[in-house]
């Protein structure tokens, strides 16, 4: 396998968490975690922020050209979806770890279930920005309600 089909294969799959034998998007979810954290601690939210963006628009362009590669419209494996989707659901989480706990359950909730517009997403979008988009914004309506907790306990 050609040098940039492999980085291209680690960058879709999330370093290979989305190649596990079963539940690859909760694998993906998970091995995000800890990026997330270590990003939120040492450099903080702007660090957190940039990543996301990064990690969207990349995800786009690369789990794009991946489903083409392999031939399947939306593999199971491609979890860099989740890992934008993940981030975004962490970002008021800041270092508390049941928050990551919660962040984690409400996002892998709003993904599964795919409630509007989340479905709508997942259902009329093709390509990278497709398979992008639907984790995208149930990491956005996980960080909604993420924050309405936070402001709850405050």
């Known amino acids: 396998m050609k040098i940039k089909t492999k980085a291209l294969e680690i960058l879709a799959t999330w370093f290979y968490s989305g190649r596990a034998p079963v539940a690859p998007g909760t694998f993906g979810s998970l091995a995000t975690l800890p990026f997330v954290y270590a990003l939120n601690y040492y450099w903080g939210l702007n660090a957190l ?6 990690v969207s628009l990349i995800g786009i362009w690369a789990s794009d050209r991946y489903a083409k590669l392999v031939n399947v419209s ?3 494996f491609i979890v860099i979806d989740e890992t934008a989707g993940q981030s975004i659901a962490l970002v008021f989480a800041g270092t508390n770890l049941w928050f990551y706990a919660l962040g984690f359950a409400l996002f892998r909730l709003f993904d599964i279930t795919k409630p509007w517009p989340v479905s709508w997403a997942d259902k009329k979008l093709k390509g990278g920005l497709g398979i992008m988009l639907d984790d995208i914004l149930a990491g956005m309506m996980a960080a909604a309600v993420m924050w309405g907790i936070k402001i709850y306990l405050s």
């Open 74 to 76: 939306d593999p199971g």
């Open 49 to 54: 922020l940039i990543f996301i963006a990064a």
